[in-house]
């Protein structure tokens, strides 16, 4: 693809062509290098247009509605006036596998209102790379007009740091009436949660959603809050019926306001920039590692001594780094 090419799609995606948009995301997408090239030369002329979007990350144990939220919060956002982006991460899926696919399926009026935009990351074998991929693939949704960036994580463990670590708002869902309710929590997720938000309060489970989120408030007292300025609210809600979707956004706007007053967005918004720069720098690393015959080679070799105990490992990778030369 030429320059003249890349501005040329470059135009079409700020003037909101869908088509354009989704043929982006396939180059960034791709593996090919030439492709990759013209993905980042067309990341590079779009930055200026983007970051003014909201970003909000969703994340929840199975079960806990995830989908189903995302269809109700997204579309009473689209009948306010707003574009919607949703983005999966999940690192253990293929490219046309997965639960996203499912999630479509659930997300039926985002999947038909021509103001949502609904896509997936695929897996590239390691968390970073879906990661890295998305935060490109955000970047272009906001360029191509879309104002409220909802980024989903199916999967588990890192995976809920990496859409953490990309998004403004980080929230996390819960479902009552499973036992336990604090069984359900781990600790690391809610560390990073800007707000607990217990689904299905609604009919016979009311009673059981309030006692649920009194828990996790308890649970939240003894957390320091990530920040100064806000302590993570717990609500309940219902995805099914719609009651509380209102208060789940406005709890969204109160952060944003909050945050952007207290200049804690637009730091931690330039931590997340320099975050990715280094996690692409550790990428580009190690596809030297597997890409590169003679630095393969050195791999190989000094994997196969430390094995043995014929070499120790800060030798080994002193040695695999002079193969780099770094």
């Known amino acids: 693809m030429t320059a003249a090419t890349s501005s040329n799609l470059a135009a079409r995606i700020r ?14 997408e791709s593996t ?18 983007t970051g003014r979007a909201i970003r909000l990350g969703i994340t929840g144990a199975p079960g806990a509605g995830k989908s189903t939220t995302i269809d109700a919060l997204g579309s009473a956002l689209t009948a306010q006036g707003h574009k919607v982006a949703v983005l999966a991460v999940d690192p253990s899926s293929s490219r046309t596998g997965g639960s996203i696919l499912g999630d479509k399926t659930r997300m039926a009026r985002l999947a038909i209102d021509r103001n949502a935009y609904i896509r997936p990351s695929p897996s590239s074998g390691t968390l970073g790379g879906v990661a890295a991929k998305t935060r490109e693939t955000m970047l272009l949704c906001e360029a191509a007009g879309y104002d409220v960036v909802i980024i989903e994580t199916v999967g588990v463990g890192q995976s809920e740091t990496a859409v953490a670590d990309m998004t403004d708002f980080f929230l996390v869902l819960m479902v009552a009436g499973s036992g336990d309710e604090l069984q359900g929590i781990k600790k690391g997720i809610v560390e990073l949660a800007d707000m607990i938000a217990v689904n299905k309060a609604d009919g016979d489970n009311i009673a059981r959603a309030n006692i649920a989120a009194a828990d996790y408030r308890s649970a939240l007292h003894i957390l320091s809050p990530r920040s ?25 706007i109160d952060y944003r306001t909050k945050m952007t007053a207290s200049g804690e967005l637009g730091q931690r918004r330039r931590d997340q920039q320099v ?25 190989k070799q000094a994997e196969a001594e430390v094995a043995a105990g014929t070499l120790a490992p800060t030798l080994a990778v002193e040695a695999i780094a002079q193969a780099l030369g770094v």
């Open 15 to 28: 003037a909101g062509d869908r088509a354009a948009l989704a043929r982006a995301i396939t180059l960034i």
């Open 228 to 252: 100064p300025t806000w302590s993570p609210p717990v609500v309940t809600y219902s995805a099914l019926t719609g009651d509380g979707i209102d208060g789940l956004w406005h709890q969204v």
């Open 32 to 49: 090919r290098a030439d492709h990759r090239q013209t993905a980042h030369q067309l990341v590079q002329e779009l930055l200026p247009l």
């Open 275 to 299: 975050k990715w720069m280094w996690t692409l720098l550790e990428e580009r690393l190690t596809a030297r590692l597997r890409s590169d015959a003679v630095v393969r080679a050195k791999v």
